[in-house]
């Protein structure tokens, strides 16, 4: 059993805490993670911090706030669609600032382990507050990413025998943005004519998903189906040696206008890792026992997911990576 110490004067970091994880999964990491751990400093020398932008009329640069120096947590969650992804962050014992001032201003977290880490959140805030609660001072704030895109009401009729991709594309140029990419698994022709009438987001996404696509939003628009995404390395194989903490299979059923997609993949939870994010490729290898895993990983038998959705998660002790991924 290892031991390590969490030093600092405030109430929550005057503790020891034990962890019976071994160097070897220390050392099976560092594949996984592509990150250089050095000297431990808490669970597996892991590492978060959280910048917030100093506000107009406070001087120039950031506030800074490391878990060498804090305790704090978080849960931000990460997903292809366009919702904007609201983050929860909660610090232990500001320093005496007004920290109203933090509202609206811009924040992002970064993690990982050792000298290696990667942002996992950059939004702005939308809300503080501070509580007592004990010894500690408590400051939880929210904060969500922004968009460039701005939904507006569509009502538009298209006559009969029109294809699902012509009213695709037709919806892609309403929001004035450029097509990065285009490709589409299948199309349908409506018999009838068809109605457009709601939302501009959600009926792209809806005629996509006939089209056998998905449509992800960034400065430009991509449209592919979830295969295409298989074309790009993965970011690292996570097994039981070196991380994967969780793992159960699901499945869906989805009805697209005349089509009945099938779909499945795993929900996996592994320790922290910030190369995961919505639409990364990934493996895992399933293997219940260490020669499992030897054999597997020798012959590259390990399943490759596609991350859908998911959080980073971080309690003050355990950083956590909870990932939605399909076949």
């Not at 109203?100 to 000298?115: D, K, L, M, W």
């Not at 025998?161 to 695709?168: N, T």
């Not at 219940?288 to 002790?317: F, M, P, W």
Request: neutral net charge; aromatic residues 12%.
């Amino acid at each position: 059993m290892s031991k390590f110490i969490v030093d600092g004067a405030n109430s929550r970091r005057s503790q020891i805490i034990q962890t019976e994880k071994s160097v070897e999964m220390i050392n099976a990491m560092r594949g996984f993670f592509k990150s250089t751990v050095t000297p431990f400093d808490g669970q597996f020398g892991q590492r978060a911090i959280v910048t917030i932008a100093k506000p107009k009329g406070y001087g120039t640069g950031n506030y800074v706030f490391d878990n060498a120096d804090y305790d704090f947590e978080f849960d931000i969650p990460f997903a292809y669609n366009l919702e904007a992804k609201k983050a929860e962050i909660i610090i232990y014992n500001v320093p005496n600032h007004d920290v109203s001032i933090f509202n609206n201003t811009s924040i992002s977290v970064s993690a990982g382990y050792g000298n290696s880490v990667s942002r996992i959140f950059s939004g702005t805030i939308t809300s503080v507050k501070t509580k007592r609660d004990d010894l500690d001072r408590v400051t939880t704030i929210k904060a969500e990413t922004g968009t460039i895109y701005t939904d507006v009401h569509i009502n538009q009729t298209y006559i009969n025998k029109c294809k699902a991709s012509y009213i695709l594309k037709d919806l892609i140029k309403v929001t004035k943005k450029p097509t990065y990419y285009y490709e589409i698994a299948r199309d349908y022709t409506y018999a009838d004519d068809e109605t457009i009438d709601g939302a501009l987001f959600s009926n792209i996404d809806r005629v996509a998903a006939i089209c056998g696509a998905i449509v992800t939003y960034g400065s430009g628009i991509i449209v592919c189906p979830y295969t295409y995404f298989r074309k790009f390395g993965s970011s690292g194989t996570v097994s039981y040696a070196n991380g994967l903490l969780d793992i159960n299979e699901w499945s869906d059923k989805e009805t697209n206008g005349k089509y009945v997609d099938y779909t499945r993949g795993y929900n996996v939870s592994m320790l922290l890792n910030p190369n995961v994010h919505a639409l990364s490729v990934f493996k895992v290898n399933r293997g219940e026992t260490q020669r499992a895993i030897d054999y597997n990983d020798k012959h590259d038998n390990a399943v490759k997911l596609i991350a859908l959705s998911g959080t980073h998660e971080y309690d003050g002790d355990k950083m956590i990576t909870k990932v939605k991924g399909v076949i």
